[in-house]
């Protein structure tokens, strides 16, 4: 896969933004630096995900109420985030695993599809063998177990071991270990497929844009 320059820097700039985001999260959590600075790196994640969803509400008036009172509430709790930076960080971490694992999991469940497989058939525009349809059921699986395990490891760990040991795992170990997550699902895709079966990295990247495109809104209530 060839690159262009500005797709390489644009690499570059994201890689460069979460090591610094994971850096001053871990010093955060120790106590060091600035509390106003850990809590909005601790309330960012969150609060896009809120917003988000007030976002794609279908309701103007329950948008703009919703995202006054996100920022009302925010307000209010400044000064208690600002005491409990290390909980904050623990609380978003231990958050984002289980809603991924949410995400993931509760498409195996019923008669849908799993969420991978709907990715795939974007991919391959409505059609997949029978083989890609089993593996990607069970790599869904697989990313809703690794979800899974990093959330009960991060709570365990912040429940029995040093503050320190924690935020090592949860701040400055998230990112490879997801990397790590990906080369394993690479390597298990190389052997599980052959290779018209395999997208590329530029054609995942479409289909997810494409799925979160026609994904419905929410009903207005």
């Not at 984002?96 to 058939?121: H, K």
Request: hydrophobic share 55%; glycine share 10%; net charge positive.
């Amino acid at each position: 896969m060839n690159l262009s320059l500005g797709q390489l820097l644009r690499g570059l700039a994201v890689v460069g933004f979460l090591v610094a985001w994971a850096v001053l999260a871990h010093s955060g959590s120790a106590g060091q630096g600035s509390a106003d600075l850990s809590v909005l790196l601790g309330v960012a994640p969150i609060g896009a995900a809120l917003g988000l969803l007030l976002w794609r509400a279908s309701h103007p008036l329950l948008t703009g109420c919703g995202i006054l009172v996100l920022l009302g509430g925010l307000a209010w709790l400044w000064p208690t985030l600002r005491q409990n930076v290390p909980l904050l960080f623990f609380i978003q971490h231990l958050g984002t695993n289980l809603a991924l694992a949410t995400l993931f999991g509760r498409s195996l469940l019923g008669g849908g599809e799993a969420l991978i497989t709907q990715l795939a058939r974007a991919v391959h525009h409505g059609e997949i063998s029978p083989r890609k349809r089993r593996y990607t059921r069970r790599a869904t699986l697989a990313w809703t177990f690794f979800f899974l395990a990093n959330a009960l490891v991060s709570a365990g760990l912040w429940l029995f071991a040093p503050l320190a040991v924690w935020s090592v795992f949860a701040n400055l170990l998230s990112m490879p270990l997801l990397a790590a997550m990906f080369v394993a699902e690479h390597i298990w895709r190389v052997h599980a497929l052959p290779p018209e079966e395999r997208p590329s990295i530029p054609q995942v990247i479409r289909a997810y844009r494409m799925h979160s495109r026609t994904a419905p809104p929410a009903e207005p209530t």
